[in-house]
Each structure stands twice: as structure tokens, then as C-alpha cells.
Nanobody, 125 residues
Framework: QVDLVESGGGSVQAGGSLTLSCPAP????????MGWFRQAPGKGREGVAT???????NYADSVKGRFTISRDNAKNILYLQMTSLKPEDTAMYYC???????????????????WGQGTQVTVSS
């Protein structure tokens, strides 16, 4: 069992920044596909960013150039650096692990098998 606990969420004004963290000390992050997802009230879950075991990254068009996903393999911590935040970024943010392989290519969010409880990000205008 992987225990994923996101932190770093909060309330910021538009244009502000936040960095989300997702540690899992008992798991080897470097071997797996990992991602950040979000869900706004009344909307479906949306993929935000993914990172492969070879550190290849992919971003939703809505966050490209503003968000950065990264991973500290020594500490087994996944990060999401968010800058130039917009009100439309308001959502619950979740980290997730796909433990069946290192590539995130073609993996749908439903296939990620470990999820955290989420951390709320609220951006005011």
C-alpha cells in the first residue's frame, strides 16, 4: 500500500504561486509514472501534469509554461510548482502513481492505482 499525502495547497490571489508536495517514503518514485490531477467543483477530474520514470514530462495545455512537475528521487517526493495562478486553477489537487510501469504515455487517469486525498488550491481574482 502506498500512502500519498499531498500538502502545500492554500488560498492565493491571482498571479501568485504555490508548490504542492506529495511524499511517499516507502515507495520508489523513480520507477513509476506519476501525475498530478485536479477536480474543480461540478467538473470532472483533469490531468494536470505527468512525469515518467525517465523524467519526461507532459502538461495540460491550460498549465503549460506556468506549472512544473518534478520529483526528488532521493526523498521520494513529487512536486508541482505552480506560478501565475489563475482563478480557473481553483480545484482539489491530487497526486497519483501508476505502479505498473515507468511511462505515462497512453495511461488514462482511471489506470493510476494509488491516489492521495487531495489538497485544496483556491485562487481569487
Amino acid at each position: 500500500q502506498v500512502d500519498l499525502v499531498e500538502s502545500g495547497g492554500g488560498s492565493v490571489q491571482a498571479g501568485g504561486s504555490l508548490t504542492l508536495s506529495c511524499p511517499a517514503p516507502r515507495y520508489t518514485y523513480s520507477s513509476y509514472c506519476m501525475g498530478w490531477f485536479r477536480q474543480a467543483p461540478g467538473k470532472g477530474r483533469e490531468g494536470v501534469a505527468t512525469i515518467d520514470s525517465d523524467d519526461s514530462t507532459n502538461y495540460a495545455d491550460s498549465v503549460k509554461g506556468r506549472f512544473t512537475i518534478s520529483r526528488d528521487n532521493a526523498k521520494n517526493i513529487l512536486y508541482l510548482q505552480m506560478t501565475s495562478l489563475k482563478p480557473e486553477d481553483t480545484a482539489m489537487y491530487y497526486c497519483a502513481v501508476y505502479s505498473y510501469g515507468g511511462s505515462c504515455r497512453g495511461i488514462s487517469d482511471n489506470e493510476y492505482n494509488y491516489w492521495g486525498q487531495g489538497t485544496q488550491v483556491t485562487v481569487s481574482s
